[in-house]
C-alpha cells in the first residue's frame, strides 16, 4: 500500500518563529489532507488539499503531486499550534480509506 | 449540529469482557471509519463503512467488529478485550463521492487490563 512519511517527526520552537513540516507519499494520489491534533486530543481538518497551494490565516500549504509531497507551513507560531500535525492520503477516486503518516510533533515555547 | 459523537469518553475493561463504542455522525455522511491512536503509530485504520450496511477492513481489524446497521451510526465491538487493544480510538466521517474533508470524533480512551 501507499507509504506516508513526515519530517522531522520532533519540533521546538519558539514563539513567533516559522516553520515547515513535510509530507511525502509513495505513490500519486487524489486526495491529500492536514490535521493537527491538539494537546487534549482533538483532531482538526487543517486543509484539503490534493494539489495547488492554500492559506488559512497564519497556516498554509502546498502539495508538488508530481513530487510527491506536500509541505505545511505555520508563520509567527504561537504556542496554541502546539501539538501533532497528521498528513493524510488517498490513492483512489473516494471509497478507499486515507493513510496517515506518524506525524509531527511540534511544541511552541512561549 | 453535533458533528461526530463518540461514546462512551472513557472505559476501563478487564481482560476478556466484552464493550461496543457507538459513533454517531448527523452530517449524512456516506463513509464512516474507525481508527486506533497508539503512541509513535500514528492512526491505523481498523475497519471502515462506505455506506449503510457495509463494512470493510482496515490496517488492524483482528479482534474487532463492526456494524453499520443505520447510515448515521457505526459501531465497533471488542467481543473479547486484551491488554493489545488498550488504545484511543477515534471515529471519522466523510461525504460519500467526493473526495472532502474527513471530521473526526473527540475519541475514546480504553484500557483493558
Known amino acids: 500500500g501507499i507509504q506516508v512519511e513526515q519530517s522531522p517527526p520532533d519540533l521546538i520552537l519558539q514563539e513567533g518563529a516559522n516553520s515547515t513540516l513535510r509530507c511525502n507519499f509513495s505513490?500519486?494520489?487524489?486526495?491529500l489532507q492536514w490535521f493537527h491534533q491538539n494537546p487534549w486530543g482533538q483532531l482538526i481538518n487543517l486543509f484539503y488539499?490534493?494539489?495547488g497551494t492554500k492559506q488559512n490565516g497564519r497556516l498554509s500549504a502546498t502539495t508538488v503531486a508530481t513530487e510527491r509531497y506536500s509541505l505545511l507551513y505555520i508563520s509567527s507560531s504561537q504556542t496554541t499550534d502546539s501539538g501533532v500535525y497528521f498528513c493524510?492520503?488517498?490513492?483512489?477516486?473516494?471509497?478507499?480509506?486515507?493513510?496517515f503518516g506518524k506525524g509531527t510533533r511540534l511544541s511552541v515555547i512561549a | 449540529n453535533a458533528g461526530v459523537t463518540q461514546t462512551p469518553k472513557f472505559r476501563v475493561l478487564k481482560t476478556g469482557q466484552s464493550m461496543t463504542l457507538l459513533c454517531a455522525q448527523d452530517?449524512?455522511?456516506?463513509?464512516m471509519y474507525w481508527y486506533r491512536q497508539d503512541p509513535g503509530m500514528g492512526l491505523r485504520l481498523i475497519h471502515y463503512?462506505?455506506?449503510?450496511?457495509?463494512?470493510a477492513k482496515g490496517e488492524v481489524p483482528d479482534g474487532y467488529n463492526v456494524s453499520r446497521l443505520k447510515k448515521q451510526n457505526f459501531l465497533l465491538g471488542l467481543e473479547s478485550a486484551a491488554p493489545s487493544q488498550t488504545s484511543v480510538y477515534f471515529c471519522?466521517?466523510?461525504?460519500?463521492?467526493?473526495?472532502?474533508?474527513?471530521?473526526f470524533g473527540s475519541g475514546t480512551q480504553l484500557s483493558v487490563l
Open positions: 471519522a466521517s466523510r461525504p460519500g463521492t467526493t473526495r472532502e474533508k474527513l471530521f
Open positions: 505513490d500519486s494520489v487524489n486526495n
Open positions: 488539499i490534493p494539489s
Open positions: 493524510a492520503v488517498e490513492k483512489g477516486l473516494g471509497n478507499t480509506p486515507l493513510v
Open positions: 452530517m449524512n455522511h456516506e463513509y
Open positions: 463503512s462506505v455506506g449503510e450496511g457495509t463494512t
